[in-house]
């Protein structure tokens, strides 16, 4: 597709990797709309971006139908969802809360399927579309403490082949992307302390990726992208 004009919707675009999409797609001459719950740090985000704001929380249905709203008001139409949102915590399964389990999948599964669903009903409508879900390698194999969320990156990864499944016949993509270890607020947010050193990825690494599949022809997609450092020295 061509980037240039492009309505892009990325949710949890207000910080780390989102943000990071939401700048080089910008760059690249799309619109751009970026949610996220706190409302300070989206503004402030949508500011320095020239993105367009829209204070939602993925997890809760209401926001999600006036995302859609905010957004086909601003631009008329939409092309590419990025259904980047997610939030981690890691205990081991002994430790693990059902409240704390439930509020990560209530935003990388629930959140997701609900913002993957309204793209989709526009989407199959205009009969073209691109959903790029942001997963993580933590969807392709186990780890301890990992129950609630590499549990949560399993689903979202399940329901992306579902949707791809359902949505090819209809000319959207529907493509997933796993970062590997990305320095951004995350880990912070998460409760653990990651260790920041040069060679790990940044956010930009994973812009790059999404613009480069994106930028295909439509006449094809990348069904899954994983995206490692090189030398993440630890
Ligand atoms: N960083 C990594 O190492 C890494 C690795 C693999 C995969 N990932 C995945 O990449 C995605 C982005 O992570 P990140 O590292 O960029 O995290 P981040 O820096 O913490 O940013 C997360 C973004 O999502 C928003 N968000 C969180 N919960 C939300 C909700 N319920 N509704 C709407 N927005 C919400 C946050 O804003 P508010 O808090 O204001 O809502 C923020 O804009 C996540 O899906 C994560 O699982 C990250």
């Excluded at 209809?170 to 947010?189: D, H, K, Q």
């Amino acid at each position: 597709m061509n980037l240039k004009n492009a309505a892009v919707l990325i949710s949890g675009g207000s910080a780390g990797i989102g943000y990071a999409i939401a700048k080089t797609l910008m760059d690249s001459g799309a619109r751009v709309a970026i949610t996220g719950r706190d409302q300070a740090r989206l503004t402030a985000a949508a500011k320095e971006l020239g993105a367009f704001p829209i204070q939602a929380d993925v997890s809760q249905e209401a926001d999600v139908l006036r995302t859609y709203k905010e957004v086909l008001a601003k631009f008329g139409e939409l092309d590419v969802l990025v259904n980047n949102a997610g939030i981690g915590a890691f205990k081991p399964l002994v430790e693990t809360e059902t409240a704390a389990f439930e509020r990560i999948f209530a935003t990388n599964v629930t959140g997701a399927m609900m913002m993957g669903r309204e793209a989709a009903k526009h989407f199959v409508q205009r009969n073209r579309g691109n959903i790029i879900n942001i997963a993580s390698t933590a969807a392709l194999r186990g780890a301890p403490n990992g129950t609630a969320y590499y549990g949560s990156k399993f689903a979202l990864r399940g329901m992306t082949e579902c949707w791809r499944a359902e949505l090819r016949k209809y000319n959207v993509r529907v493509m997933l992307v796993n970062p590997s270890e990305v320095i951004t607020n995350f880990a912070a947010t998460a409760g653990f302390a990651q260790k920041a050193n040069d060679s790990k990825l940044r956010g930009q690494e994973l812009a790059h990726a999404v613009k480069a599949i994106l930028e295909m022809d439509d006449r094809g997609f990348t069904t899954e992208l994983a995206v490692f450092a090189t030398n993440p020295l630890d």
